[in-house]
């Protein structure tokens, strides 16, 4: 199977009756661009940057950051990478950092919450990004965003930045600035976050544990984490038609995204991208060869009418596989 599937490597990713669609990557650093460019991704969907802070010992500077994020850029040749400014806090900590000790990390200071919290740091992020921009095509998303007001204020503070480096006579590429849907009040409000973004992606391994307010490391409990509950599927469902409803492009970055039961729903939704880890690309680049949107389509209102996880699974396999 796996020549079968390599031989798809240089292929687009297209639905048995023709529809384009992206299947891009997730990486953490500039080393997983060999698997990357070896699957034939079609851009970085989630460049997960807080690897770069936790992998060193000190705060990364500017110009390192700018190297990094320039090496990924010009190896993907001008496909589009979208960077994630750091998501620190939760399970993910720092040596040299000290955060506050918190009784409940994941629905505390972390992501987007520092970031604007400690703005020195994000804008030597962003920054280094805007510098980086002009050496392919980058995207900036932010994590965590659960208010319009964050949102505005990162983008402000963004604005900022790019102005600053502009004036000083900086060549600055067109970057597209956008946010993780991985909270449920921002997937709530998605059709608002809409009119202000130029993309979205959702974030299906938060956006799951949070909406279902369980964790899936937690054995007492993981048999709550359920990506195909109908309540799931819906959330998704209305982030993807409130993107379309103004132009947008919607994305997913969550393990979902390469999921064989969760593909045929989410082609059927309409999703714009399926980014994950790049081993899943060709396998997920097969299986859209064998599915047509509109029964896709017809399928995922199925699903989104049902009531368990179970009965999604169900219909999908019978119908599918
Ligand atoms: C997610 O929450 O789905 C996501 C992609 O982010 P992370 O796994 O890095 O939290
Ligand atoms: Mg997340």
């Not at 998605?190 to 956006?207: H, M, P, R, Y």
Request: hydrophobic share 40%; aromatic share 8%; glycine share 6%.
């Amino acid at each position: 199977q796996r020549a079968e599937w390599s031989k798809l490597k240089d292929e687009p990713s297209v639905s048995a009756d023709g529809q384009h669609f992206v299947v891009g990557a997730n990486i953490g650093a500039p080393k997983d661009m060999d698997a990357v460019l070896e699957n034939g991704a079609e851009g970085i969907g989630l460049y997960r940057t807080e690897f770069l802070y936790m992998e060193s010992d000190h705060l990364p500077t500017e110009d390192e950051q700018f190297e990094a994020y320039k090496t990924v850029v010009e190896k993907m040749a001008g496909k589009p990478v979208t960077v994630r400014t750091m998501d620190i806090g939760g399970d993910k900590h720092l040596d040299y950092w000290t955060l506050p000790q918190e009784e409940n990390p994941f629905l505390g200071y972390r992501a987007i919450r520092i970031s604007l919290d400690q703005d020195e740091i994000f804008r030597t992020q962003l920054r280094a990004l805007i510098r980086a921009s002009v050496y392919g095509e980058l995207w900036i998303m932010f994590p965590m965003i659960a208010t319009l007001a964050e949102f505005r204020a990162a983008r402000q503070i963004y604005l900022e930045e790019r102005q600053k480096l502009e004036s000083q006579g900086t060549q600055v590429g067109d970057i597209k600035l956008g946010i993780m849907v991985e909270i449920p009040a921002a997937a709530m409000l998605a059709d608002k976050f809409a009119k202000e973004v130029d993309f979205f992606s959702i974030g299906t391994n938060d956006l799951i544990g949070y909406t279902m307010a369980a964790d899936r490391g937690n054995d007492r409990v993981s048999y709550l984490y359920q990506p195909y509950n109908p309540s799931i599927l819906r959330l998704i469902n209305q982030v993807i038609q409130a993107a379309h409803q103004e132009g947008k492009f919607v994305a997913m970055c969550g393990e979902m995204a390469g999921d064989p039961i969760a593909v045929p729903l989410l082609l059927g939704m309409g999703l714009d991208e399926f980014s994950m880890s790049a081993p899943s690309i060709l396998q997920t680049r097969s299986l859209m060869k064998t599915l047509d949107t509109k029964a896709m389509a017809t399928l995922a209102q199925k699903a989104l009418d049902l009531e368990t996880n179970d009965e999604v699974v169900a219909l999908v396999k019978n119908a599918v596989h």
